[in-house]
């Protein structure tokens, strides 16, 4: 069928110029091989006509609504490489907001979602009746998620929620329904979790990372540091069977990438099977995200639950889940559930996704080393501004000395063309994250590595 649409029509006033400018970058993109485009980055593109980029008035100012300088958002965005709004050349080292697994719009997954319409696939419907990639995510996801003979297996797939936080708020009630259902006689629950967490922005998450201080009762909420083994086992001793759960995320990319040791989580485990708690790994910021898809089959960790979203679609209709054991199927549909849980397109998108992650581990682990060795030799190179290197493979963290070199230095990644983010808005933190898409070839992340020498060695 041709296209009834106009997209000047459809994008406004600003459409002849903006879809000329989003034609040219486009093109220009595709066009240019990575050694042109890595050549480039950080320069005005002026192949691109350049438009009068629409203003964010009408968004709120959390998202940039109150924002008086011209705007520079995302124009056109291809592999890990994006146009902004004032034609400039940007290599994402984030992976957009951490979810874009193979970068924007990769041309095989688009092309997979192409062919799988045509055949009938469809984008959403209602979770009652699910579509067969649905089902086929769910039981490929059980198999990744247990290792051959795995007793106890975790073997059921809540698919029927799209977001993270919404994940995150169904683990959390699998936990305290459990609770309740056993051990309520213990007292008021417990849940013992990490600090610096984030596992979404539902309200009861939320308290679990200290906001919402006097509106949640009869939940008590124990924040551990982590990586510190006796202050782990002296809240389980403390706390006993009132423990419903423990909470982990492998790497703590809200908390200046502190990779979480697999010798503390192996400890939280046997507390957990001791005192009859529920062990959870959010995996919405890892998952996905290494050869072995998930960060606990690598730390040879047996989770209770695990929280899936983000880079599972690569970026594209989200849907998240929660992997878990049988026996802790106790919810009802309508505790845990999005309209949006349990699409078919998106699911078909993750299972091909999946096989690019299978036909490609051997680069993905390499690329994951060589990132992790690079920040190492920049924090050995620079140990006057530089105080650690964080994270695990793709989710990295370089840790300054100074919260404002830090904030400095993620401006003069900017200027230069690479996109990064800096943790600095809380006491302590002064970090620098990168999390490169899966696509990230030796050449993308010696520019990424050369880049951060040359702006460290200019730093007086
Ligand atoms: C570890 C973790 N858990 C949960 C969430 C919430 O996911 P969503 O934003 O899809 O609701 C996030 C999002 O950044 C996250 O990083």
Known sequence: MNNPFSIAQILGSHGPTLEGAMRAGSSWLATHSEAQLL????????????FQAIDKSSLPDSFGGGQTSPPDDLLVGRGLFYLAEQRRLFLDCTSGHYQMLWGYNHPALDAAVAAATQLGVVWDNHSNIPQAPVKYLAHRLVSLANPAGQKDPLNTVLLGVCTGSVACGAALKIMLKVY?????????????????NYHGTD??????RGMWPH????????????NHPEALASAFQKYGTRIAGFWAEPVMMNREAIAVEADYLRLARQWCDEVGALLCIDEIQTGFWQSRVFAFRELDLHPDLVVVGKGMTAGFHPLSGVIFKERLDVLEQYDAISTNGSAALPSYVALCSLQMIESMSGQISQIGQKIMDGFCALVSEFPEHLQAAHGRGYLA???????????NFQRDLLKAGL??????????HRTLLTKL?????????????????????AIR
């Open 39 to 50: 050549n480039l980055v950080g320069r005005i593109v002026e192949e691109v006509p350049p």
């Open 180 to 196: 309740q259902a056993r051990r309520h006689e213990s007292g008021v629950p417990v849940i013992l979790t990490l600090d610096g």
């Open 203 to 208: 309200m009861v998450p939320q308290f679990l």
């Open 215 to 226: 509106l949640v009762s009869d939940l008590e909420v124990v924040k551990l540091e982590p």
């Open 397 to 407: 963290g370089l840790k300054f000395k100074r919260v404002e070199v830090a904030q």
């Open 419 to 428: 996109w990064t983010r800096v943790h600095a808005y809380h006491e302590g």
């Open 437 to 457: 898409g899966l696509l990230s070839s030796p050449a993308v992340v010696d520019f990424m590595l050369g880049q951060f020498r040359m702006l460290l060695q």
